[in-house]
T-cell receptor, first 113, second 115 residues
Framework: EAQVTQNPRYLITVTGKKLTVTCSQN?????MSWYRQDPGLGLRQIYY???????DKGDVPEGYKVSRKEKRNFPLILESPSPNQTSLYFC????????????FGPGTRLTVL | AQTVTQSQPEMSVQEAETVTLSCTYD???????LFWYKQPPSRQMILVIR??????QNATENRFSVNFQKAAKSFSLKISDSQLGDAAMYFC????????????FGQGTRLTINP
């Protein structure tokens, strides 16, 4: 089954404790990205990757890091989480071709105390 | 920068009735895609319908259809014969056809279906 997986689905942590949210896709997609969803703001892009070893900032990259060492994986790293990073996070992937849709992961609910 | 605006934070409709969700966007591009996504309580993002900007004909998918007004930069979603399973948050989104594949989302509209 074609899918994007994220782990963990839920995470409660404390300020300053480094964490990683993993994202993996099995569709051989070149493009992957991370979004955060906040009430009243919709989804906003954090980082994206056009292919292996190619990453770039989205609209709200502060406080986040990413890496793309393998095509299928695109982890999101919070080196020193803060309460304003409490949010719902989505990973998405898309194949080449303008018509192709983006596939979203199930979301990760992160709470930073 | 492109922006997408959904001015209706909440909408409600009676089961079996028709409801229209509004969306406006701003862009200087001429080649782009517009989307409506549904997010049920499970939080999964589900693509409902897409529209290519260069196509004049409005997209339809079963009970879902859009009214795409390119000059007015308006992209509304009409849901006919509303069903209880249509209750969800709906997001309008924009994507350029060239370069980075970023989706720009509106704020969302929460749709309630009254039985």
């Amino acid at each position: 089954e074609a899918q994007v997986t994220q782990n963990p689905r839920y995470l409660i942590t404390v300020t300053g404790k480094k964490l990683t949210v993993t994202c993996s896709q099995n569709m051989n997609h070149e493009y992957m990205s991370w979004y955060r969803q906040d009430p009243g703001l919709g989804l906003r892009q954090i980082y994206y990757s056009m292919n292996v070893e190619v990453t770039d900032k989205g609209d709200v990259p502060e406080g986040y890091k990413v890496s793309r060492k393998e095509k299928r994986n695109f982890p999101l790293i919070l080196e020193s989480p803060s309460p304003n990073q409490t949010s719902l996070y989505f990973c998405a992937s898309k194949g080449q071709g303008a018509y192709n849709e983006q596939f979203f992961g199930p979301g990760t609910r992160l709470t930073v105390l | 920068a492109q922006t997408v605006t959904q001015s209706q934070p909440e909408m409600s409709v009676q089961e079996a009735e028709t409801v229209t969700l509004s969306c406006t966007y701003d862009t200087s591009e001429s080649d782009y895609y517009l989307f409506w996504y549904k997010q049920p309580p499970s939080r999964q993002m589900i693509l409902v319908i897409r529209q290519e900007a260069y196509k004049q004909q409005n997209a339809t998918e079963n009970r879902f259809s859009v009214n795409f007004q390119k000059a007015a930069k308006s992209f509304s979603l009409k849901i006919s014969d509303s069903q209880l399973g249509d209750a969800a948050m709906y997001f309008c989104a924009y994507r350029r056809n060239q370069g980075a594949q970023k989706l720009v989302f509106g704020q969302g509209t929460r749709l309630t279906i009254n039985p």
